[in-house]
């Protein structure tokens, strides 16, 4: 199985439990079950929810499933993931929609976890994703990816060994860059 075949089974597979959890959900809240066509001009019925409490079911699980999302991000982020590969693993695109800005998958991921900065809230106080850094044990409020760890990640001790790796790969980042740039000169 190619990967591309390999994620078309992995979205039917997550489609159809979704479908199942948004029933069982539907069926425990009491909704409205109806018979409709299998599709458009069948003359065959399968049983479904109502549009509206379905999508009232559907919404819950999305929220649900949100919550899950946002628990494992700080989970990644605890272990030393980096905001890149968060994103990567949730198979972001920059700027695919709102829920998803930045012009890397890095900042579509960190938009993903600390929300839009397009609101009166993120404009007045800033963004944040709130974590716990399991090396130097202290509550991390993570700003993004703006001006590197040691001005983004707040709340580590001055002798973090963790921060001190991140702060010493970024300048190495900035520092290859510097160069390609003036080479380019």
């Known amino acids: 199985m190619t990967p591309d075949q390999d994620a078309a089974e992995q979205r039917r597979v997550a489609r159809n439990l979704a479908r199942r959890a948004m029933f069982d959900l539907a069926r425990a809240t009491g909704a409205r ?18 549009p509206l409490d379905g999508l009232s079911a559907s919404r819950r699980l999305e929220l649900a499933a949100r919550g899950h ?43 993903y976890a600390a929300g839009s900065p397009d609101t009166e809230v993120s404009r ?4 944040s994703a709130v974590w716990h850094c399991g ?21 580590h001790t ?4 963790r921060l001190a790796a991140d702060v010493a790969a970024w300048d190495a980042e900035w520092n290859d860059a510097e160069a390609d740039w003036e080479a380019g000169q």
């Open 69 to 111: 999302a946002t628990d494992y991000i700080r989970a990644a982020r605890e272990a030393g993931h980096t905001w890149q590969e968060i994103g990567t693993a949730l198979g972001l695109v920059p700027g695919a929609d709102a829920q998803q800005a930045g012009d890397t998958v890095a900042e579509a991921a960190f938009t």
């Open 135 to 155: 090396t130097c044990d202290q509550a991390i409020s993570d700003r993004g990816l703006f001006a590197g760890p040691a001005e983004d990640e707040r709340g």
């Open 158 to 161: 001055e002798s973090c060994p």
């Open 124 to 127: 007045l106080y800033g963004r």
């Open 33 to 50: 079950f109806i018979t409709q066509p299998a599709f458009r001009g069948s003359h065959a019925a399968v049983p479904d929810v109502g």
